[in-house]
């Protein structure tokens, strides 16, 4: 009896809370009128948003350096905060607010190794109530593909993560082989410490990156050659050159000839992380989901069951976990369970034409070093980590 009452009581409150959340979503819709009323009475609010309004009139009357100074200084802080760009069609009287990211900080374990077992299989299990609203409801939850957060497609429109495109793109994949990344895991900058942060903003300044902008190829080797500069006080290499431009091309998927804002900032994050952290830290970055995806990848590759597969073999996994959202045809000669093909329009396949001119002797002699467990992860985490974004672009190129 007590289990039965245990089980109303939950009920109730459920209802109680859904209630509680159709009444706040009605008060918002009823806000935008309540605010015009009050705007023909003629009566005054001291709000921070009149104080803003008041602020860009007073300052279209003066020059216009001051508006540009401040509008770059509101994206650096964005980019500084990870909030990235908020849609300019978005109507704030209808959303929730949204939540305050907090940037890790490093522990003085991080360096170790992390005990990940082959044999030891981890269950990964979803949330049961959605990221957002915190209510269980009986509606489908769209789960994250790298983390166990759900959602509520309503909860996150209302946040303005889910515009009219991406509505659609999650409603077909977040329940697919491909999967769907939430907004904390889609953003590779995330990852990065106050710290880390820090040094990538001052190196963008010295390099006269602007922030939410495109680049263009020039754009990005010009950048590259100032970092290589910077760091090794001697010029970029006309191979490295070549491997940029190739890095361009991977994160230019559509060829546009420029490169979105966001993926130039997630592979500049992943870059630093690999740059900054050792390699065991970077794996306990790593989710069970993605923990559970390279096992499978491992053992789909071990085909003898003996704990080692061939280098050839984990150089070529590496293009099988950017699972991305255009219409793909498998064209990886490896079979990896729950990894996902590679698109040969790809940026990723590019280079297999270049890998598969080398000579027996070369080729032989890849797949004579035997890899085990620890070592594919460690040579794959940065790639696993970088497949993140629901983005078609590659933020990171593995080698040819």
């Known amino acids: 009896m007590g289990v039965l009452m245990s089980r109303r009581q939950t009920v109730e409150k459920v209802q109680k809370v859904s209630l ?3 009444a706040f979503k009605d008060g918002l819709r009823e806000q935008p009128s309540t605010r015009r009323r009050a705007e023909v009475g003629g009566t005054r609010r001291g709000t921070l948003e009149q104080e803003v309004q008041e602020g860009e009139e007073e300052a279209s009357a003066g ?9 770059s200084k509101a994206a650096w802080e964005r980019l ?12 704030r009287a209808n959303r929730f607010t949204p939540p305050a990211f907090i940037r890790p900080k490093r522990e003085l374990h991080d360096d170790e190794p992390p005990d990940i077992s082959l044999e030891q299989r981890e269950q990964v299990l979803n949330d049961e109530m959605c990221e957002i609203c915190e209510v269980w409801t009986a509606e489908s939850l769209f789960p994250c593909r790298v983390c166990s957060r759900v959602y509520h497609d309503g909860c996150l429109r209302r946040m303005g993560y889910l515009q009219n495109d991406s509505a659609v793109e999650v409603t077909e994949t977040a329940h697919t082989e491909t999967g769907w990344s939430c907004y904390y895991c889609d953003n590779l900058n995330l990852l990065l410490t106050e710290e880390e942060m820090y040094s990538l903003m001052e190196t963008l300044r010295h390099c006269k990156i602007i922030p939410e902008t495109c680049l263009t ?6 950048y590259k050659h100032l970092v290589h500069k910077q760091q090794f006080e001697r010029p970029m290499a006309e191979a490295q050159e070549e491997q940029a431009a190739l890095q ?11 490169i979105e804002w966001h993926d130039f900032l997630s592979h500049e994050s992943i870059q630093l992380l690999q740059k900054l952290r050792p390699q065991n830290a970077l794996l306990r970055l790593l989710t069970a989901k993605e923990r559970e995806r390279a096992r499978a990848a491992f053992l789909a590759l071990d085909q003898d069951s ?13 293009h099988a976990w950017f699972r ?7 064209s990886c000669n490896v079979s990896i369970s729950h990894v996902g ?27 004579a070093r035997p890899v085990d467990w620890p070592s594919f992860l460690r040579e794959n985490v940065a790639y696993i980590l970088a497949a993140r974004p629901n983005s078609a672009a590659l933020h990171l190129q593995p080698p040819a």
């Open 341 to 367: 093909p590679m698109s040969e329009s790809s940026p990723a396949s590019s280079g297999s034409g270049k890998s598969q001119e080398k000579t027996p002797a070369a080729a032989e002699q890849e797949e």
């Open 248 to 258: 361009f091309s991977a994160l230019d998927p559509d060829k546009k000839g420029h």
């Open 80 to 91: 500084r905060d990870g909030r990235g760009v908020e849609p300019e069609e978005f109507d």
């Open 324 to 330: 991305k959202h255009q219409k793909e045809t498998p």
């Open 306 to 318: 003996d704990g080692f597969i061939g280098e050839g073999e984990s150089r070529r996994a590496r």
């Open 217 to 222: 190829l020039d754009d990005f080797l010009h």
């Open 20 to 22: 509680a959340v159709s």
């Open 63 to 71: 020059p216009s350096q001051p508006e540009e100074s401040s509008a």
